[in-house]
């Protein structure tokens, strides 16, 4: 079985996070992207405690694409350091998973 991942990232708003998941199924870095809706962020940047609304996508993919979609996400991305993180997958349905792997890559 190949490995697969869920890549996690947060966005500013909606308009980003449409365009980023959009672009990840496109250029098939991604099978699937969900966009989740605004929460609360708090964190410290530049020496100074953040509190905004950021939105989460959670995308699905392989693992041996997962450094490429990385590099790529973070181009794309409007924050200066985002996050992006990629997370294993230990089990999964696997008729999904075929479906994960005939949808990205080339």
């Known amino acids: 079985m190949t490995g697969y991942r869920l890549l996690y990232l947060t966005v500013p ?6 365009n980023l998941a959009r672009r990840m ?3 098939r870095l991604a099978a699937c992207a969900h966009l989740f809706p605004a929460g609360e962020s708090f964190y410290r940047w530049e ?3 953040m509190e905004e609304a950021e939105l989460v996508i959670v995308a699905k993919t392989r693992a041996d694409l997962a450094e490429e979609a990385i590099a790529r996400i973070a181009e794309w991305h409007d924050y200066e350091v985002p996050c992006v993180l990629s997370l294993p997958i230990d089990a999964g349905y696997q008729p999904f998973l075929r479906w994960v792997d005939g949808e990205v890559g080339g």
């Open 13 to 18: 708003n909606a308009e980003t996070g449409r």
């Open 25 to 27: 199924v496109e250029e």
């Open 47 to 49: 020496g100074r405690l």
